[in-house]
T-cell receptor, first 115, second 112 residues
Framework: AQSVTQLDSQVPVFEEAPVELRCNYSSSVSVYLFWYVQYPNQGLQLLLKYLSGSTLVKGINGFEAEFNKSQTSFHLRKPSVHISDTAEYFCAVSAGGTSYGKLTFGQGTILTVHP | KAGVTQTPRYLIKTRGQQVTLSCSPISGHRSVSWYQQTPGQGLQFLFEYFSETQRNKGNFPGRFSGRQFSNSRSEMNVSTLELGDSALYLC???????????FGPGTRLTVL
């Protein structure tokens, strides 16, 4: 079975500052990793994904994440945030075998960008 | 290309009733998954369908069921509603199992 831990439930930051949202996962098999964003009263929007290859993954809206297999982490970063980045962010994993296609989510990190 | 659509967007029911939610995947996508989102439990996997067959099921009681039609559209049904079933129900579609999942806007179910 897989599990995901998002280490911060809330992250406040000022506009134009850098931000890192932390995600650790646990799995006995190789995994695919995802970050999704959810704006109020909306569904989830895919920010980026790691399937294989380069461990540094670039996504939409200037976000990037780095897969670290030894530390089982997949932290999300943005060098300069905007007010419009205020939202809840979810890290998720999926694995092979019979769980193929099932996403396991972390509890979410609420990012609040202050002017 | 149109995204995942879910109907209805909002629903209010009373305890003991049953409800059916609908999901239309992105054109060409054949896999549909359902998730429940609540403040207390977060996002939890309900089930996954591909080619009209349930491939995976989460840890939910038998009151929760679903199906997929030949055009890949999917429905989920909850019978004998309980207050704790109040949640945002999200549908996601992908080309095939294991491919990237794209989510719809969700159906907000309130059970009174």
């Amino acid at each position: 079975a897989q599990s995901v831990t998002q280490l911060d439930s809330q992250v406040p930051v000022f506009e134009e500052a850098p931000v890192e949202l932390r995600c650790n996962y646990s799995s006995s098999v190789s995994v695919y990793l995802f970050w999704y964003v959810q704006y109020p009263n909306q569904g989830l929007q895919l920010l980026l994904k790691y399937l294989s290859g380069s461990t540094l993954v670039k996504g939409i809206n200037g976000f990037e994440a780095e897969f670290n297999k030894s530390q089982t982490s997949f932290h999300l970063r943005k060098p300069s945030v905007h007010i419009s980045d205020t939202a809840e962010y979810f890290c998720a994993v999926s694995a092979g075998g019979t769980s193929y296609g099932k996403l396991t989510f972390g509890q979410g990190t609420i990012l609040t960008v202050h002017p | 290309k149109a995204g995942v659509t879910q109907t209805p967007r909002y629903l209010i029911k009373t305890r003991g009733q049953q409800v059916t939610l609908s999901c239309s995947p992105i054109s060409g996508h054949r896999s549909v998954s359902w998730y429940q989102q609540t403040p207390g439990q977060g996002l939890q996997f309900l089930f996954e369908y591909f080619s009209e067959t349930q491939r995976n099921k989460g840890n939910f009681p038998g009151r929760f069921s679903g199906r997929q039609f030949s055009n890949s559209r999917s429905e989920m049904n909850v019978s004998t509603l309980e207050l704790g079933d109040s949640a945002l129900y999200l549908c996601a579609s992908s080309l095939a199992p294991g491919d990237t999942q794209y989510f719809g806007p969700g159906t907000r179910l309130t059970v009174l």
